[in-house]
T-cell receptor
């Protein structure tokens, strides 16, 4: 694939339900990042993967949020018992090696609406 | 609080004019990057400037960095309607290997 892809594009769910958001990074990129963007705001860092390991989960807002990555490829961000304040666009990015000198390549995002 | 803060929050100009956006940050950085976002979706990387650089150009983009003032500016010359987007600065903090901290962005509207 040419770029980072995310699915679904949009997700509407009811408060209390669990959701899974998927990210397919650029092939060969070892670093993967999840961000959250609330309406009209900047990006909040959620979690960083280097390979399949997550050395930095410091941005996950609560224990309802978790993420995993397998095969040094696909990543899934899971939000359990969703709340209305979880409504946001969730963006995934990948980079080649995970250094701050690199460009991060972003997917189109998943727009989550919790009713 | 945000590491990077863009100014102004919104900017509206006519096609052909230049647009200048500013970013201020609080702590020492490794580099500063500018990204563009259309319609609240994925971000596109525009330019990276390292802490030991003062100015960088890419096409119609010019970025400056003043580490003594902890500020950067993004200049878009001869703007086009297609430049309408949100522009974010992102800082890589010194000592951080990978993490970028984003500001809230400047919404640029270029009127035809």
């Amino acid at each position: 694939g040419a770029g980072v892809s995310q699915s679904p594009s949009n997700k509407v769910t009811e408060k209390g339900k669990d959701v899974e958001l998927r990210c397919d990074p650029i092939s060969g990129h070892t670093a993967l990042y999840w961000y959250r963007q609330r309406l009209g705001q900047g990006l909040e860092f959620l979690i960083y993967f280097q390979g399949n390991s997550a050395p930095d989960k410091s941005g996950l807002p609560s224990d309802r949020f978790s993420a995993e990555r397998t095969g040094e490829s696909v990543s899934t961000l899971t939000i359990q018992r969703t709340q209305q304040e979880d409504s946001a666009v969730y963006l995934c990015a990948s980079s080649l090696a995970g250094t701050a000198q690199e460009t991060q390549y972003f997917g189109p995002g998943t727009r989550l609406l919790v009713l | 609080s945000q590491q990077g803060e863009e100014d102004p929050q919104a900017l509206s100009i006519q096609e052909g004019e230049n647009a200048t956006m500013n970013c201020s940050y609080k702590t020492s950085i490794n580099n500063l990057q500018w990204y563009r976002q259309n319609s609240g979706r994925g971000l596109v990387h525009l330019i990276l400037i390292r802490s030991n650089e003062r100015e960088k150009h890419s096409g119609r983009l010019r970025v400056t960095l003043d580490t003594s003032k902890k500020s950067s500016s993004l200049l878009i010359t001869a703007s086009r309607a297609a430049d309408t987007a949100s522009y974010f600065c992102a800082t890589a903090l010194r000592g951080s290997n990978y993490k970028l901290t984003f500001g809230k962005g400047t919404l640029l509207t270029v009127n035809p």
